[in-house]
T-cell receptor, first 114, second 114 residues
Framework: EAGVTQFPSHSVIEKGQTVTLRCDPI?????LYWYRRVMGKEIKFLLH????????ESGMPNNRFLAERTGGTYSTLKVQPAELEDSGVYFC????????????FGEGSRLTVL | AQSVTQLGSHVSVSEGALVLLRCNYS??????LFWYVQYPNQGLQLLLK????ATLVKGINGFEAEFKKSETSFHLTKPSAHMSDAAEYFC????????????WGLGTSLAVNP
């Protein structure tokens, strides 16, 4: 069974440009999460989807970030326009609908904004 | 509010020596506690978790952790380090219930010397 896959693994863009990160969760996992790790800081929650609905988006930094999960399958996270402080590793995770269910993480997408 | 403190951003041990990675948390409600590991060029992988029941939890690759409520700690141990244990280790906490938002520590990078 395929795990959580993320694309691209690394993206280098200039300030002001747009980047879209994609996450394909494990098939059948209704829950999808985005987390971010900025260098030197802890991993932080961005948002949580249950199927196509945003369950919790309290961690989204600002309105330059837009996450979607059309059809409840894969998800995209768009940053527009990107700023220097957006650099970091963006992790996606998915889980089944269980209270203590394990989160399965992708390898992360490293974003570098120059 | 919940928070996680991992003492020591870098820990170095000799192969065969005891591994002890420290994690303290703060939570106003009974927490669920997790240790994740990230090997080079891989995603985050669950090592072990505590939800309820036995406070000594065994995980993969010979790791274990003990939930000590009185000390608000969840330290990770392994009796004998192996070279393959070199990785970054993250402690995380979340509230019991359907809110799956994880609060993370800064991570501890473990080096294993031959």
């Amino acid at each position: 069974e395929a795990g959580v896959t993320q694309f691209p693994s690394h993206s280098v863009i200039e300030k002001g440009q747009t980047v879209t990160l994609r996450c394909d969760p494990i098939s059948g996992h209704d829950n999808l999460y985005w987390y971010r790790r900025v260098m030197g800081k802890e991993i932080k929650f961005l948002l949580h989807f249950v199927k196509e609905s945003k369950q919790d988006e309290s961690g989204m930094p600002n309105n330059r970030f837009l996450a979607e999960r059309t059809g409840g399958t894969y998800s995209t996270l768009k940053v527009q326009p990107a700023e220097l402080e957006d650099s970091g590793v963006y992790f996606c995770a998915s889980s089944q609908e269980q209270n203590t269910g394990e989160l399965f993480f992708g390898e992360g997408s490293r974003l570098t904004v120059l | 509010a919940q928070s996680v403190t991992q003492l020591g951003s870098h820990v170095s041990v000799s192969e065969g020596a005891l591994v002890l990675l420290r994690c303290n948390y703060s939570s106003s409600v009974p927490p669920y506690l997790f240790w994740y590991v990230q090997y080079p060029n891989q995603g985050l992988q669950l090592l072990l978790k505590y939800t309820t029941g036995a406070t000594l939890v065994k995980g993969i690759n010979g790791f274990e952790a003990e939930f000590k409520k009185s000390e608000t700690s969840f330290h990770l141990t392994k009796p004998s380090a192996h070279m393959s244990d070199a990785a970054e280790y993250f402690c995380a906490v979340r509230r019991a219930g359907n809110n799956r938002k994880l609060i993370w520590g800064l991570g501890t990078s473990l080096a294993v010397n031959p």
